[in-house]
Protein backbone atom coordinates (compact mmCIF):
# COMPACT_ATOMS: atom_id res chain seq x y z
CA UNK A 1 0.00 0.00 0.00
CA UNK A 2 1.28 3.26 -0.81
CA UNK A 3 -2.04 5.56 -0.81
CA UNK A 4 -1.52 9.36 0.83
CA UNK A 5 -2.97 7.68 3.78
CA UNK A 6 -0.22 5.51 4.66
CA UNK A 7 2.76 7.67 2.97
CA UNK A 8 5.64 8.35 5.09
CA UNK A 9 5.10 12.31 5.05
CA UNK A 10 8.87 12.41 3.69
CA UNK A 11 7.46 10.35 0.81
CA UNK A 12 4.51 12.89 0.61
CA UNK A 13 6.52 15.91 0.38
CA UNK A 14 9.23 14.92 -2.00
CA UNK A 15 6.27 12.76 -4.47
CA UNK A 16 5.95 13.75 -7.83
CA UNK A 17 4.01 13.40 -10.93
CA UNK A 18 4.94 13.05 -14.55
CA UNK A 19 3.98 15.48 -16.48
CA UNK A 20 5.56 15.06 -20.35
CA UNK A 21 9.09 13.65 -21.41
CA UNK A 22 11.59 15.49 -18.15
CA UNK A 23 8.54 17.47 -16.55
CA UNK A 24 7.40 16.86 -12.72
CA UNK A 25 5.15 18.17 -10.91
CA UNK A 26 5.16 18.60 -6.74
CA UNK A 27 3.82 20.42 -4.03
CA UNK A 28 5.06 21.84 -0.86
CA UNK A 29 4.11 19.91 2.34
CA UNK A 30 2.87 21.45 5.57
CA UNK A 31 4.90 19.00 7.52
CA UNK A 32 8.02 20.02 6.33
CA UNK A 33 7.29 23.25 7.04
CA UNK A 34 9.76 26.26 8.11
CA UNK A 35 9.91 29.48 9.66
CA UNK A 36 9.71 30.59 5.99
CA UNK A 37 9.19 28.41 2.83
CA UNK A 38 9.32 24.86 2.93
CA UNK A 39 12.74 22.76 4.92
CA UNK A 40 14.95 23.41 2.18
CA UNK A 41 16.14 19.53 2.90
CA UNK A 42 13.11 18.45 1.38
CA UNK A 43 13.25 20.89 -1.84
CA UNK A 44 17.23 19.34 -2.36
CA UNK A 45 15.71 15.54 -1.91
CA UNK A 46 12.69 16.60 -4.53
CA UNK A 47 15.22 17.57 -6.87
CA UNK A 48 16.84 14.47 -6.76
CA UNK A 49 13.44 12.66 -6.43
CA UNK A 50 13.07 13.90 -10.35
CA UNK A 51 16.34 12.38 -11.24
CA UNK A 52 15.56 8.97 -9.33
CA UNK A 53 12.11 8.45 -11.23
CA UNK A 54 13.99 9.71 -14.55
CA UNK A 55 13.86 6.65 -17.31
CA UNK A 56 17.28 7.41 -18.46
CA UNK A 57 19.11 7.12 -15.48
CA UNK A 58 22.42 5.93 -15.01
CA UNK A 59 23.31 4.78 -11.77
CA UNK A 60 23.37 5.96 -7.93
CA UNK A 61 23.80 9.69 -6.72
CA UNK A 62 27.77 10.26 -6.34
CA UNK A 63 27.02 14.27 -5.85
CA UNK A 64 24.31 16.51 -5.57
CA UNK A 65 24.37 20.50 -5.22
CA UNK A 66 21.67 22.47 -4.61
CA UNK A 67 21.26 26.16 -5.39
CA UNK A 68 18.30 28.13 -3.30
CA UNK A 69 17.81 30.65 -5.84
CA UNK A 70 14.41 32.71 -4.05
CA UNK A 71 11.62 31.91 -1.52
CA UNK A 72 9.53 29.05 -2.33
CA UNK A 73 5.79 29.68 -2.22
CA UNK A 74 3.91 27.33 -0.40
CA UNK A 75 1.84 25.32 -3.50
CA UNK A 76 2.84 23.90 -6.61
CA UNK A 77 5.70 23.77 -8.54
CA UNK A 78 7.10 22.36 -12.16
CA UNK A 79 10.54 20.02 -12.45
CA UNK A 80 12.45 19.75 -15.45
CA UNK A 81 15.29 17.74 -15.85
CA UNK A 82 17.77 18.03 -18.23
CA UNK A 83 20.49 15.25 -18.80
CA UNK A 84 23.98 17.43 -19.35
CA UNK A 85 26.13 14.42 -20.48
CA UNK A 86 25.83 10.66 -20.13
CA UNK A 87 29.70 8.85 -20.16
CA UNK A 88 30.07 4.61 -20.22
CA UNK A 89 29.41 4.94 -16.24
CA UNK A 90 28.54 8.69 -14.99
CA UNK A 91 26.06 10.92 -15.83
CA UNK A 92 25.24 14.60 -15.14
CA UNK A 93 22.11 16.32 -14.42
CA UNK A 94 20.91 19.42 -14.12
CA UNK A 95 17.08 20.08 -12.56
CA UNK A 96 15.34 23.48 -12.22
CA UNK A 97 12.35 23.84 -10.10
CA UNK A 98 9.95 26.86 -11.18
CA UNK A 99 7.04 28.63 -9.84
CA UNK A 100 5.12 31.12 -12.12
CA UNK A 101 7.72 30.30 -14.65
CA UNK A 102 10.64 31.71 -12.43
CA UNK A 103 13.62 29.74 -11.27
CA UNK A 104 13.08 29.22 -7.41
CA UNK A 105 15.42 26.61 -6.70
CA UNK A 106 17.92 24.34 -9.12
CA UNK A 107 20.30 21.60 -8.34
CA UNK A 108 22.83 19.63 -10.54
CA UNK A 109 24.34 16.10 -9.97
CA UNK A 110 26.52 13.79 -10.88
CA UNK A 111 25.46 9.96 -10.83
CA UNK A 112 27.65 6.83 -11.37
CA UNK A 113 27.89 2.80 -11.44
CA UNK A 114 29.22 2.60 -8.34
CA UNK A 115 32.31 -0.37 -8.55
CA UNK A 116 34.44 -1.99 -6.08
CA UNK A 117 37.56 -0.31 -5.48
CA UNK A 118 40.63 0.17 -2.67
CA UNK A 119 38.77 2.38 -0.14
CA UNK A 120 39.76 4.43 3.14
CA UNK A 121 38.19 6.75 5.47
CA UNK A 122 40.38 9.96 6.43
CA UNK A 123 37.47 11.74 8.49
CA UNK A 124 37.73 10.08 12.16
CA UNK A 125 34.40 9.14 13.28
CA UNK A 126 33.72 10.89 16.68
CA UNK A 127 33.24 9.16 20.09
CA UNK A 128 30.01 10.05 21.54
CA UNK A 129 27.46 8.53 23.62
CA UNK A 130 24.76 6.64 21.94
CA UNK A 131 21.59 7.87 20.64
CA UNK A 132 19.95 5.86 23.43
CA UNK A 133 21.51 7.70 26.45
CA UNK A 134 20.72 11.64 25.00
CA UNK A 135 17.12 12.45 24.85
CA UNK A 136 15.14 13.82 21.60
CA UNK A 137 15.14 17.40 20.96
CA UNK A 138 11.38 19.09 21.42
CA UNK A 139 10.22 20.33 17.75
CA UNK A 140 10.82 24.07 17.76
CA UNK A 141 7.48 26.02 17.33
CA UNK A 142 7.26 27.53 13.72
CA UNK A 143 9.76 25.38 11.83
CA UNK A 144 7.04 22.20 11.49
CA UNK A 145 9.99 20.24 10.31
CA UNK A 146 11.98 19.86 13.18
CA UNK A 147 9.04 17.39 14.84
CA UNK A 148 9.76 15.16 11.40
CA UNK A 149 13.32 14.40 12.91
CA UNK A 150 13.89 12.45 15.99
CA UNK A 151 17.48 15.13 17.05
CA UNK A 152 19.38 13.95 20.05
CA UNK A 153 22.07 16.34 20.83
CA UNK A 154 25.47 15.07 22.01
CA UNK A 155 26.95 18.86 21.79
CA UNK A 156 26.15 22.33 20.32
CA UNK A 157 22.49 22.68 20.85
CA UNK A 158 22.07 26.38 19.50
CA UNK A 159 21.93 28.55 22.40
CA UNK A 160 23.19 26.20 24.85
CA UNK A 161 27.11 26.75 26.08
CA UNK A 162 29.24 23.74 25.34
CA UNK A 163 32.77 22.96 25.74
CA UNK A 164 33.00 20.52 22.07
CA UNK A 165 36.65 22.04 21.81
CA UNK A 166 34.91 23.60 18.64
CA UNK A 167 32.97 26.93 18.66
CA UNK A 168 30.65 26.43 15.93
CA UNK A 169 30.39 22.63 15.81
CA UNK A 170 27.08 20.50 16.67
CA UNK A 171 27.52 16.67 16.72
CA UNK A 172 23.82 14.78 17.05
CA UNK A 173 22.24 11.67 16.46
CA UNK A 174 18.97 12.05 13.68
CA UNK A 175 16.68 10.46 12.10
CA UNK A 176 13.14 10.61 9.98
CA UNK A 177 10.31 11.04 12.42
CA UNK A 178 8.41 8.56 11.94
CA UNK A 179 10.88 6.15 11.05
CA UNK A 180 11.24 5.46 8.02
CA UNK A 181 14.24 3.32 6.00
CA UNK A 182 17.04 5.27 5.21
CA UNK A 183 17.57 6.02 0.95
CA UNK A 184 19.64 8.97 -0.75
CA UNK A 185 17.11 11.08 -1.03
CA UNK A 186 16.27 11.13 2.88
CA UNK A 187 19.93 11.13 3.42
CA UNK A 188 20.19 14.29 1.27
CA UNK A 189 17.02 15.87 3.08
CA UNK A 190 19.15 14.98 6.00
CA UNK A 191 22.32 16.78 5.13
CA UNK A 192 20.23 19.62 5.35
CA UNK A 193 19.15 19.30 9.04
CA UNK A 194 21.70 21.19 10.79
CA UNK A 195 20.64 24.06 12.26
CA UNK A 196 23.06 27.56 10.86
CA UNK A 197 26.16 27.41 12.56
CA UNK A 198 25.99 31.19 13.09
CA UNK A 199 23.33 30.22 15.82
CA UNK A 200 25.89 27.85 17.37
CA UNK A 201 28.28 30.59 17.34
CA UNK A 202 26.49 33.16 18.65
CA UNK A 203 23.66 34.09 20.99
CA UNK A 204 22.05 36.80 18.00
CA UNK A 205 19.47 35.27 16.25
CA UNK A 206 19.10 36.83 12.50
CA UNK A 207 17.87 36.36 9.60
CA UNK A 208 20.08 32.82 7.53
CA UNK A 209 19.33 30.33 4.88
CA UNK A 210 21.25 28.01 2.82
CA UNK A 211 21.91 29.73 -0.66
CA UNK A 212 23.84 26.36 -2.05
CA UNK A 213 24.61 22.84 -0.87
CA UNK A 214 26.62 20.27 -1.83
CA UNK A 215 26.48 16.73 -1.17
CA UNK A 216 28.96 13.82 -1.56
CA UNK A 217 27.37 10.42 -1.08
CA UNK A 218 29.87 7.55 -0.29
CA UNK A 219 27.77 4.37 0.43
CA UNK A 220 25.84 3.07 -2.37
CA UNK A 221 21.95 2.11 -2.54
CA UNK A 222 22.51 -1.39 -0.83
CA UNK A 223 24.21 -0.04 2.36
CA UNK A 224 21.81 2.67 2.71
CA UNK A 225 19.25 0.12 2.86
CA UNK A 226 21.51 -1.86 5.40
CA UNK A 227 20.89 0.76 7.64
CA UNK A 228 16.94 1.03 7.64
CA UNK A 229 15.88 2.81 10.69
CA UNK A 230 18.72 3.27 13.02
CA UNK A 231 20.07 6.89 13.75
CA UNK A 232 22.81 8.39 12.05
CA UNK A 233 25.54 10.90 13.58
CA UNK A 234 25.39 14.15 12.23
CA UNK A 235 28.73 16.38 12.55
CA UNK A 236 28.49 19.91 11.62
CA UNK A 237 31.50 22.77 11.75
CA UNK A 238 31.45 25.91 10.77
CA UNK A 239 34.60 27.74 8.97
CA UNK A 240 34.29 30.74 7.95
CA UNK A 241 31.59 33.83 8.84
CA UNK A 242 31.87 37.09 7.29
CA UNK A 243 30.26 39.61 4.84
CA UNK A 244 26.82 38.12 5.00
CA UNK A 245 27.85 34.46 4.28
CA UNK A 246 29.30 31.61 5.95
CA UNK A 247 29.99 27.93 5.00
CA UNK A 248 30.06 25.01 7.34
CA UNK A 249 30.71 21.05 6.59
CA UNK A 250 29.32 18.25 7.95
CA UNK A 251 29.96 14.35 7.99
CA UNK A 252 26.91 11.61 8.43
CA UNK A 253 28.10 8.44 9.56
CA UNK A 254 26.19 5.48 10.57
CA UNK A 255 26.52 3.75 14.49
CA UNK A 256 29.05 1.48 13.25
CA UNK A 257 31.13 4.26 11.77
CA UNK A 258 30.59 3.94 8.12
CA UNK A 259 30.73 7.69 6.25
CA UNK A 260 27.51 7.68 4.08
CA UNK A 261 27.67 11.26 3.42
CA UNK A 262 29.54 14.24 3.36
CA UNK A 263 28.29 18.14 2.91
CA UNK A 264 29.24 21.56 2.35
CA UNK A 265 26.93 24.75 2.37
CA UNK A 266 27.38 28.45 1.77
CA UNK A 267 24.47 30.24 4.23
CA UNK A 268 23.15 33.66 3.60
CA UNK A 269 23.47 35.29 7.48
CA UNK A 270 22.31 39.64 8.35
CA UNK A 271 24.33 41.93 10.59
CA UNK B 1 49.41 46.89 -23.03
CA UNK B 2 47.33 44.04 -22.66
CA UNK B 3 48.34 42.00 -26.19
CA UNK B 4 48.96 38.24 -26.24
CA UNK B 5 52.55 38.67 -26.14
CA UNK B 6 52.50 40.81 -22.82
CA UNK B 7 49.38 38.70 -21.58
CA UNK B 8 50.30 36.44 -18.44
CA UNK B 9 49.57 32.47 -19.78
CA UNK B 10 46.96 32.45 -17.36
CA UNK B 11 45.13 35.79 -18.77
CA UNK B 12 45.60 34.36 -21.88
CA UNK B 13 44.17 30.66 -21.48
CA UNK B 14 40.99 32.04 -19.73
CA UNK B 15 40.23 34.43 -22.42
CA UNK B 16 37.14 34.80 -23.86
CA UNK B 17 35.48 36.53 -27.03
CA UNK B 18 31.53 37.62 -26.75
CA UNK B 19 29.84 35.87 -29.29
CA UNK B 20 26.36 37.45 -28.95
CA UNK B 21 24.31 37.75 -26.05
CA UNK B 22 24.86 35.09 -23.37
CA UNK B 23 27.82 33.93 -25.59
CA UNK B 24 31.36 33.27 -25.55
CA UNK B 25 34.52 31.45 -27.18
CA UNK B 26 37.53 30.19 -25.83
CA UNK B 27 40.12 28.22 -26.53
CA UNK B 28 42.23 25.85 -24.58
CA UNK B 29 46.44 26.83 -23.68
CA UNK B 30 49.14 24.08 -24.57
CA UNK B 31 50.66 26.51 -21.25
CA UNK B 32 48.00 24.76 -18.91
CA UNK B 33 48.10 21.49 -20.42
CA UNK B 34 47.30 18.07 -17.89
CA UNK B 35 48.68 14.76 -18.70
CA UNK B 36 45.32 14.09 -20.43
CA UNK B 37 43.38 17.67 -22.04
CA UNK B 38 43.55 21.18 -19.83
CA UNK B 39 44.02 21.60 -16.08
CA UNK B 40 40.30 21.53 -14.84
CA UNK B 41 41.51 24.81 -12.74
CA UNK B 42 41.60 26.53 -15.49
CA UNK B 43 38.37 25.26 -17.46
CA UNK B 44 36.59 26.19 -13.93
CA UNK B 45 38.00 29.94 -14.15
CA UNK B 46 36.97 30.32 -18.03
CA UNK B 47 33.40 29.12 -17.02
CA UNK B 48 33.67 32.23 -14.21
CA UNK B 49 35.01 34.74 -16.40
CA UNK B 50 32.20 34.29 -18.71
CA UNK B 51 30.38 35.46 -15.46
CA UNK B 52 32.60 38.01 -14.44
CA UNK B 53 32.30 39.72 -18.66
CA UNK B 54 28.78 39.23 -18.35
CA UNK B 55 26.85 42.84 -18.52
CA UNK B 56 24.39 41.83 -16.44
CA UNK B 57 26.68 40.36 -13.43
CA UNK B 58 24.94 41.63 -9.82
CA UNK B 59 27.86 41.39 -7.58
CA UNK B 60 31.16 38.75 -6.91
CA UNK B 61 31.61 35.37 -6.59
CA UNK B 62 30.74 33.69 -3.42
CA UNK B 63 30.57 30.23 -4.97
CA UNK B 64 31.14 28.29 -7.86
CA UNK B 65 30.57 24.69 -8.37
CA UNK B 66 31.97 22.72 -11.55
CA UNK B 67 30.94 19.97 -13.65
CA UNK B 68 33.91 18.17 -15.24
CA UNK B 69 31.26 16.31 -17.57
CA UNK B 70 33.50 15.22 -20.14
CA UNK B 71 37.00 15.07 -21.42
CA UNK B 72 37.89 18.24 -23.05
CA UNK B 73 39.95 17.77 -26.67
CA UNK B 74 42.43 20.45 -27.17
CA UNK B 75 41.09 23.42 -29.36
CA UNK B 76 38.26 25.90 -29.03
CA UNK B 77 34.99 25.81 -27.00
CA UNK B 78 31.97 27.60 -26.84
CA UNK B 79 30.17 28.95 -23.64
CA UNK B 80 26.68 29.89 -22.82
CA UNK B 81 25.47 31.85 -19.07
CA UNK B 82 22.60 31.99 -18.35
CA UNK B 83 21.16 33.71 -15.30
CA UNK B 84 19.07 31.67 -13.36
CA UNK B 85 17.36 34.04 -11.15
CA UNK B 86 18.28 37.78 -9.68
CA UNK B 87 17.58 38.68 -6.22
CA UNK B 88 18.15 42.19 -4.58
CA UNK B 89 21.84 41.59 -3.61
CA UNK B 90 22.27 38.22 -5.24
CA UNK B 91 22.05 36.22 -8.23
CA UNK B 92 22.56 32.65 -9.31
CA UNK B 93 24.14 31.50 -12.68
CA UNK B 94 24.38 28.48 -14.87
CA UNK B 95 27.22 28.42 -17.64
CA UNK B 96 27.98 25.51 -20.42
CA UNK B 97 30.63 24.78 -21.89
CA UNK B 98 29.97 22.68 -25.45
CA UNK B 99 32.84 21.09 -27.81
CA UNK B 100 30.47 19.66 -31.21
CA UNK B 101 27.22 21.09 -29.38
CA UNK B 102 27.99 18.35 -26.84
CA UNK B 103 28.39 19.98 -22.97
CA UNK B 104 31.79 18.75 -21.85
CA UNK B 105 31.57 20.89 -18.58
CA UNK B 106 29.32 23.46 -16.84
CA UNK B 107 29.32 25.42 -13.86
CA UNK B 108 27.19 27.12 -11.48
CA UNK B 109 27.63 30.16 -9.31
CA UNK B 110 26.37 32.64 -6.65
CA UNK B 111 27.68 36.21 -7.17
CA UNK B 112 26.54 38.44 -4.56
CA UNK B 113 27.24 41.98 -3.22
CA UNK B 114 29.01 41.73 -0.11
CA UNK B 115 28.39 43.74 3.04
CA UNK B 116 30.18 44.05 5.71
CA UNK B 117 28.62 41.70 8.85
CA UNK B 118 30.02 40.20 12.22
CA UNK B 119 32.76 37.68 10.96
CA UNK B 120 34.94 34.99 12.77
CA UNK B 121 37.34 32.13 11.34
CA UNK B 122 36.41 28.60 12.79
CA UNK B 123 39.34 26.42 10.62
CA UNK B 124 42.56 26.75 12.37
CA UNK B 125 45.71 28.48 10.21
CA UNK B 126 48.51 26.09 10.36
CA UNK B 127 51.74 26.93 11.68
CA UNK B 128 53.97 26.18 8.76
CA UNK B 129 57.68 27.67 7.75
CA UNK B 130 57.36 30.51 5.25
CA UNK B 131 57.63 30.05 1.58
CA UNK B 132 60.61 31.22 1.13
CA UNK B 133 62.25 28.45 3.09
CA UNK B 134 60.86 25.81 1.20
CA UNK B 135 62.36 24.76 -1.94
CA UNK B 136 59.82 25.05 -4.98
CA UNK B 137 58.74 21.56 -6.77
CA UNK B 138 59.92 20.87 -10.19
CA UNK B 139 57.40 21.27 -13.07
CA UNK B 140 56.36 17.23 -13.62
CA UNK B 141 57.19 15.82 -17.03
CA UNK B 142 54.06 15.48 -19.34
CA UNK B 143 51.76 18.02 -17.15
CA UNK B 144 52.55 21.85 -18.59
CA UNK B 145 50.34 23.16 -15.54
CA UNK B 146 52.42 22.14 -13.14
CA UNK B 147 55.00 24.57 -14.28
CA UNK B 148 52.57 27.46 -14.07
CA UNK B 149 52.30 27.39 -10.26
CA UNK B 150 55.33 27.87 -7.81
CA UNK B 151 54.31 25.12 -5.60
CA UNK B 152 56.34 24.79 -2.36
CA UNK B 153 55.25 21.96 0.17
CA UNK B 154 55.63 21.86 3.46
CA UNK B 155 54.39 18.20 3.82
CA UNK B 156 52.39 15.82 1.61
CA UNK B 157 53.93 15.73 -1.48
CA UNK B 158 52.92 12.32 -3.29
CA UNK B 159 55.07 10.03 -3.34
CA UNK B 160 57.01 11.07 -0.26
CA UNK B 161 56.54 9.55 3.20
CA UNK B 162 55.91 12.79 5.56
CA UNK B 163 54.07 12.55 8.73
CA UNK B 164 51.78 15.47 9.26
CA UNK B 165 49.52 13.75 11.32
CA UNK B 166 47.08 13.43 8.75
CA UNK B 167 47.38 10.32 5.81
CA UNK B 168 45.98 12.13 3.00
CA UNK B 169 47.00 15.62 3.64
CA UNK B 170 49.10 18.12 1.81
CA UNK B 171 50.39 21.83 2.65
CA UNK B 172 52.15 24.18 0.52
CA UNK B 173 52.83 27.28 -0.70
CA UNK B 174 51.25 28.02 -4.37
CA UNK B 175 51.23 30.82 -6.45
CA UNK B 176 51.25 31.49 -10.48
CA UNK B 177 53.86 30.87 -12.04
CA UNK B 178 55.17 33.86 -13.64
CA UNK B 179 53.88 35.62 -10.84
CA UNK B 180 50.56 37.00 -11.20
CA UNK B 181 47.95 39.88 -8.90
CA UNK B 182 45.41 37.56 -7.03
CA UNK B 183 41.99 37.59 -8.29
CA UNK B 184 38.54 35.62 -8.31
CA UNK B 185 39.78 33.95 -11.41
CA UNK B 186 42.88 32.53 -10.00
CA UNK B 187 41.86 31.92 -6.76
CA UNK B 188 38.94 29.34 -8.18
CA UNK B 189 41.99 27.69 -10.75
CA UNK B 190 44.22 27.65 -7.61
CA UNK B 191 41.69 25.71 -5.34
CA UNK B 192 41.86 23.08 -8.44
CA UNK B 193 45.57 22.92 -8.04
CA UNK B 194 46.12 20.11 -5.60
CA UNK B 195 46.94 16.55 -6.66
CA UNK B 196 44.36 13.84 -6.63
CA UNK B 197 44.24 12.43 -2.60
CA UNK B 198 44.49 9.34 -4.22
CA UNK B 199 48.55 9.90 -5.11
CA UNK B 200 49.11 10.84 -1.46
CA UNK B 201 47.19 8.66 0.80
CA UNK B 202 48.68 5.53 -1.29
CA UNK B 203 51.89 4.87 -3.63
CA UNK B 204 49.89 3.32 -6.29
CA UNK B 205 49.27 5.56 -9.55
CA UNK B 206 45.88 4.82 -10.79
CA UNK B 207 43.28 7.33 -13.60
CA UNK B 208 42.14 9.61 -11.09
CA UNK B 209 40.23 13.23 -12.32
CA UNK B 210 38.13 15.68 -10.71
CA UNK B 211 34.27 15.07 -11.56
CA UNK B 212 32.82 17.95 -9.40
CA UNK B 213 34.28 21.18 -7.75
CA UNK B 214 32.53 23.58 -5.18
CA UNK B 215 34.20 26.61 -4.22
CA UNK B 216 33.40 29.33 -1.68
CA UNK B 217 34.85 32.84 -1.68
CA UNK B 218 35.02 34.49 2.06
CA UNK B 219 37.06 37.34 0.59
CA UNK B 220 36.15 40.40 -1.69
CA UNK B 221 37.88 41.85 -4.59
CA UNK B 222 39.60 44.91 -2.75
CA UNK B 223 41.00 41.80 -0.48
CA UNK B 224 42.30 39.36 -3.27
CA UNK B 225 43.69 42.44 -4.77
CA UNK B 226 45.57 43.20 -1.95
CA UNK B 227 46.73 40.16 -1.74
CA UNK B 228 49.03 40.92 -5.33
CA UNK B 229 51.77 37.95 -5.69
CA UNK B 230 52.28 36.84 -2.33
CA UNK B 231 52.03 33.25 -2.22
CA UNK B 232 48.93 31.25 -0.55
CA UNK B 233 48.95 28.61 1.59
CA UNK B 234 47.08 25.73 0.46
CA UNK B 235 45.48 22.72 2.82
CA UNK B 236 43.93 19.91 1.60
CA UNK B 237 43.20 16.42 2.78
CA UNK B 238 40.98 13.18 1.61
CA UNK B 239 37.61 12.58 3.58
CA UNK B 240 36.41 9.23 1.92
CA UNK B 241 37.73 6.73 -0.58
CA UNK B 242 35.80 3.98 -2.22
CA UNK B 243 33.78 2.33 -4.59
CA UNK B 244 35.74 4.60 -7.73
CA UNK B 245 35.56 8.13 -6.02
CA UNK B 246 36.80 9.90 -3.32
CA UNK B 247 36.35 13.44 -1.74
CA UNK B 248 39.06 16.22 -0.65
CA UNK B 249 38.53 19.47 1.04
CA UNK B 250 40.88 22.27 1.21
CA UNK B 251 41.55 25.87 2.35
CA UNK B 252 43.42 28.73 1.02
CA UNK B 253 44.85 31.11 3.23
CA UNK B 254 46.75 34.02 2.91
CA UNK B 255 49.75 34.86 4.75
CA UNK B 256 48.75 36.77 7.32
CA UNK B 257 46.12 33.86 8.19
CA UNK B 258 43.09 34.68 6.45
CA UNK B 259 40.99 32.23 4.92
CA UNK B 260 40.25 33.49 1.26
CA UNK B 261 38.59 30.02 0.30
CA UNK B 262 37.55 26.79 0.84
CA UNK B 263 37.02 24.31 -1.45
CA UNK B 264 36.01 20.82 -1.51
CA UNK B 265 35.91 18.06 -4.85
CA UNK B 266 34.61 14.45 -5.33
CA UNK B 267 36.72 12.83 -7.73
CA UNK B 268 37.09 9.85 -9.73
CA UNK B 269 39.75 6.64 -9.44
CA UNK B 270 40.51 3.67 -10.94
CA UNK B 271 40.78 0.45 -8.66
Same mark, same amino acid.
Given at each position: ???????????????????????????????????????????????????????????????????? %? %???????????????????????????????????????????????????????????????????????? =? %??????????????????????? =???????????????????????????????????????????????????? =???????????? %??? &?????????????????????????? &????? =????????
Amino acid at each position: MSTADSMHPFDAAIALSADGDDRYRGHTSPAYQNMVGPFGGVIGATLLNAIMHHPARLGDPVSLTVHY %A %APIADGGFELRTRVMRTNRSSQHWLVELTQDDQVAAFATALTAVRRDTWGATDAVFPRVPPARELAPLPPLP =H %AAWTGRYEMRFVDGLPGVESDSG =HPSQSRLWIRDQPARPLDFLSLAAICDAFFPRVYVRRPKRVPAGTVALTTYF =HADAAELSAIGT %APL &LGVARGLNFGKGFFDQSAEIWSEQGV &LLATS =HQVVYFKE
